[in-house]
C-alpha cells in the first residue's frame, strides 16, 4: 500500500506546486509509481506546469459520479511513464467532491502508487481539510521571509491538530545573497521557528517560473542547480543517506554539491 503525503504551504506564491512536480519526477525516475493530486482549487496549476493542461477530459467528480472510470481520469506524465496526474476538478468548484467519496478515491490509488502527493490549498479549505483525513505525512513548504514563516507556523498548528505529526520542512527560493544581507530570515533560525525537521531546501533559480510556464520543469536539466537541490531532497525523502548542501554564495554551484 502507497504513502499519501500532503504538499501544502500557508502561503501563496512560494513554489508549493513547483517542489510537488519536482519531487514528484524525482521519484518516479527512480522507478517508483508517483501520483500527484491537484486539490489547490483556487490556484489549480499542475496540469499546466506538467504541459498536461490540454489533455485535462475527465477529473475526479467525473470518477466519483461514474462518466469515467478512475484509469481515464490518470493522465500520464510526457516524460516519465511513472508519473501521473488527477486533477480533482477541471474548474474551482470543489462543492461535487464530497469527503466521503475523495477519501474512497484515494484509498483506490493508494493500492495503485507508491507515493500519492496531493496539492492542497490553504489550511481554511475543503481540499486541506480532505487531504489531512487521508495523509500520513506532509511536507510544508515555504521561503524564508517572515511572512511566508507565520503563515507556515499556522498550518503546522492545523496539521498537528488534524493528527499529522510527521511533518517535515521544505525550504523554497533560498539565496545565499539575501541571507548574508539580513533580507531575510536564515534557514537555521527558520527550522527552530517552525520547530519541525528539515527535510531539504531549494536554491533560487529565476529560470524555474519560466519552465514551468511552459509545462517544461527544469528538474529535467540535469546540470541544473534545481535538479541537484531535488535529487538530495528526494534521497532524504526516501530516508537515504544524504546530507543537506552547505549554501555558500560564492562559487554556489561548486560548493554547494561538492559532496
Known sequence: MGEIIAVTSGKGGVGKSSVCIHLGIMLASRGYKTCLVDADLGLKNLDLMMGLDNRVVFDMQDVIEERCLLERALLQDKREKNLYLLPVCKGVNFSGVH?????????????????????TPAGVE??????????????????????????????????????????????NKVSARAIEKGICVRME???????????????????????????????????????????ILARRFLKEKAALPKLSERRLFSKIFAS
Request: aromatic share 10%; charged share 20%.
Open 126 to 171: 475543503s481540499g486541506f481539510h480532505y487531504a489531512s483525513i487521508v495523509a500520513q505525512r506532509a511536507l510544508i513548504v515555504t521561503n524564508l521571509d517572515v511572512s511566508a514563516l507565520q503563515d507556515a507556523d499556522r498550518v503546522i498548528g492545523l496539521l498537528l491538530k488534524e493528527g499529522i505529526s510527521h511533518l517535515e520542512l521544505v525550504l
Open 189 to 231: 533560525d527558520a527550522q527552530k521557528w517552525l520547530a519541525i525537521p528539515l527535510l531539504g531546501y531549494i536554491v533560487e533559480d529565476n529560470r524555474v517560473q519560466s519552465c514551468n510556464n511552459r509545462g517544461l520543469p527544469l528538474a529535467i536539466a540535469r546540470d541544473s542547480q534545481v535538479y541537484h537541490c531535488f535529487d
Open 99 to 119: 469527503k466521503e467519496d475523495f477519501v474512497r478515491v484515494m484509498r483506490v490509488l493508494q493500492n495503485q502508487f507508491d507515493y500519492l502527493f496531493i496539492d
